[in-house]
């Protein structure tokens, strides 16, 4: 099974930026998909954006769409997260997941990571 442990929250400005990093142990990093989850308090966690095994297809929710994008080295069982233009309603812990099978669900994905906390405040 796959360990993953994100990191790279903090606070920031609006407008301004951050990386996520999620870093992998524990099995073959390269064969699976793997995706980005927020959850913002009161509220469910949501889908940000999933990226292939080979790093050759992504896909985004609207609400970052062109304000965020995944990334990954397989050499270092390392995901990213570049997120730039922060809005407030940004705030949420983010997770990084392995994704089993093709979707935006929670159900596509599994093998969760404990999440980083990203705060967008003035």
């Known amino acids: 099974q796959v360990q993953l442990v994100e990191s790279g929250g903090g606070l920031v400005q609006p407008g301004c930026s951050l990386r996520l990093s999620c870093a992998a142990s524990g099995r073959t990093f390269s064969s699976d998909g793997m995706g980005w989850f927020r959850q913002a308090p009161g509220k469910e966690r949501e889908f940000v954006a999933t990226?292939?095994?080979?790093?050759?297809?992504?896909y985004y929710a609207n609400s970052v769409k062109g304000r965020f994008t995944i990334s990954r080295d397989n050499a270092k069982n390392t995901v990213y997260l570049q997120m730039n233009s922060l809005k407030p309603e940004d705030t949420a812990v983010y997770f990084c997941?392995?994704?089993?099978?093709?979707?935006?669900?929670?159900?596509?994905?599994?093998?969760w990571g404990q999440g980083t906390q990203v705060t967008v405040s003035s």
């Open positions: 990226i292939s095994a080979t790093g050759g297809s992504t």
């Open positions: 997941a392995v994704r089993s099978r093709w979707g935006t669900t929670e159900a596509a994905f599994g093998s």
